[in-house]
């Protein structure tokens, strides 16, 4: 079962800039800043409520952010729901023949198991579905 929207990740060229710029617009500084070396990239995160912030910066021009930065600038880059089974809901996904990146779940940033639906099977948005390890 989808639960809600967990965060909204945002493609950033400059942690740097981008953390300054999200503490002055949330008054709030990140509570956790945290690499993923399997997705080559830095996250930070900030609590907004029900919903956090997750900033995205690419390690390498061949991560998916860099990717990403490179067609279509910085921006939003996905939206994730918490889900109460991951697997249940890949399962179920692909039932319905929503295309999914990766075969199992994988260990995300914030000690979340995650995988990514194609944003073609999602009218052009990607999104991942995540899970967090007990
Ligand atoms: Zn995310």
């Known amino acids: 079962m989808i639960l809600r929207v967990e965060h909204i990740g945002i493609a950033v060229k400059d942690m740097q800039k981008a953390n300054d710029l999200f503490t002055m617009l949330l008054g709030q500084k990140q509570y956790k ?10 996250t930070s995160f900030y ?3 029900e919903t956090k912030i ?8 061949s991560s998916a952010i860099s990717k990403f ?6 921006g939003i880059h996905h939206i994730a ?5 991951i697997e249940a809901e890949m399962v179920r996904l692909r039932e319905q023949g ?19 639906l194609h944003p073609k099977s999602c009218n052009g948005v ?3 579905l995540c899970q967090e390890i007990k």
């Open 33 to 42: 800043e945290e690499r993923v070396e399997s997705e080559m990239v830095t």
């Open 126 to 128: 990607l999104v991942e």
């Open 81 to 85: 729901f918490e889900v109460d089974d």
């Open 54 to 61: 997750e900033l995205l910066e690419s390690e390498a021009p």
């Open 47 to 49: 609590k907004t409520g």
């Open 98 to 116: 929503v295309v999914i990146l990766s075969e199992k779940p994988f260990r995300g940033a914030d000690n979340k198991m995650v995988c990514f």
């Open 69 to 74: 930065i490179e067609k279509r600038g910085e």
